[in-house]
């Protein structure tokens, strides 16, 4: 059952007087994103879903370079310009004369998992991206209908989730409320196909018919 307003509010109330109690000063000294700026969202699953991006590529982690991606996108739309390769080289933790070149090899690995969708600016291959729900990019994949890889696949790419990290992953989502998570494992039964009135005529419908009255029966 999802959590209401009210009960999310007790909790963190709670939670934020604990806090107060062991640093009195917490108040003054966190990250405040509504005053600070400089923030995006990001779902609480967050760390079992690169969990499970560096276990679908084994030897060429990508949660890094996810993360980067997504920490350039802009207000909460998923989208951002991919015009500023070496910042988000440098974020995702590459560096030397590979560190681009290794960046893009993680973003195509990305592209062909589903995590990022790309179109091209120019003469850049990834100059538009956009980051769908990866909650829906993982049930995709744990029920087989994810885009086939390439063959041959890059080294070390699978579709495959393990089955330890993706019960861990529902878990955590259930935990917190996921409303796109629980639509997901349960999804509406689609909608009954009522049968088709018949067609009528569109002449008998026209306004001189509708108005057109019966003739009196002629008299005996």
């Known amino acids: 059952m999802a959590t209401s307003p009210q009960t999310r509010k007790a909790i963190a109330d709670s939670e934020n007087a604990l806090r107060d109690t062991l640093w009195t000063d917490a108040a003054d000294r966190l990250w405040a994103h509504k005053t600070s700026g400089g923030f995006v969202t990001t779902p609480k699953t967050m760390p079992y879903v690169c969990r499970i991006l560096d276990e679908m590529s084994k030897d060429h982690p990508l949660a890094s370079t996810y993360e980067a991606l997504w920490s350039y996108t802009w207000a909460n739309n998923a989208f951002l310009r991919f015009n500023k390769p070496d910042d988000v080289t440098f974020a995702a933790g590459f560096s030397g004369q590979r560190g681009r070149r290794t960046l893009l090899e993680r973003m195509r690995r990305l592209q062909l998992l589903g995590f990022i969708e790309t179109q091209p ?33 890059p080294k070390g790419l699978s579709t495959h989730i393990l089955p330890a990290s993706w019960n861990a992953f529902v878990a955590r989502a259930l935990d917190l409320g996921c409303k796109d998570v629980k639509l997901l494992l349960n999804p509406p039964p689609p909608a009954p196909v009522s049968a088709a009135a018949p067609a009528v005529p569109a002449a008998l419908t026209s306004p001189k018919v509708l108005r057109r009255r019966p003739k009196a029966a002629a008299k005996a």
Request: hydrophobic letters at 35%.
């Open 121 to 153: 600016n120019g003469n850049e291959t990834f100059g538009f991206i956009f980051l769908p729900n990866p909650h829906a990019v993982l049930f995709r994949h744990q029920a087989g209908r994810g885009t086939p890889l390439p063959d041959p696949a």
